[in-house]
């Protein structure tokens, strides 16, 4: 009995996978969104959505990076301070090879600070868009954040 409920839920499993990925394909062929990797300079299709969509993933990314890196994201206050703060005066360079216990937190920030520039990338195909200016100075903020922690040596969670 064990069996037959195990391989049912198996085949319930894959027809599930197999809707997803029709229906995610389906998706992919109407919205040009560019494939992960793609230069996100490049507009995707033209189309605010899109863009904004874009901009919602790489946003997703960094709280993600955030969180396995333990460092807090910054309030609303903080991203407006850093929209006009180019992203070159946030992307920090170490002036020493970080410590061995820091290299985590260290890839992190540079997919953070990574995405931090496609995101600002994109918001400015937006011109006068609010949301993606926000999003672009909450990014340039994480970047900083994470960046601070890398180079500070100081890697364990809370602090900055």
Request: hydrophobic share 45%.
């Amino acid at each position: 009995m064990k069996l037959r409920l195990l391989a049912c839920s198996l085949f319930a499993g894959v027809v599930a996978a197999a809707l997803v990925a029709c229906a995610a394909g389906g998706r992919a062929q109407k919205a040009s969104v560019a494939p992960a990797g793609a230069d996100a300079a490049t507009p995707l299709s033209g189309r605010p959505d899109d863009l904004r969509a874009r901009i919602a993933e790489l946003d997703a990314a960094i709280a993600r990076d955030l969180g396995v890196a333990q460092i807090d994201a910054p309030d609303a206050a903080t991203a407006a301070e850093m929209s006009a703060t180019p992203l070159a005066d946030v992307r920090l360079t170490c002036d020493h090879t970080p410590s061995e216990r820091c290299q985590d937190v260290c890839k992190l920030s540079g997919s953070i600070c990574d995405n931090a520039e496609s995101i600002c990338d994109l918001a400015a195909q937006l011109p006068g868009d609010a949301w993606a200016a926000e999003r672009c100075g909450a990014a340039k903020a994480a970047c900083q954040r994470a960046t601070e922690r890398c180079c500070s040596g100081q890697c364990a969670p809370g602090s900055r």
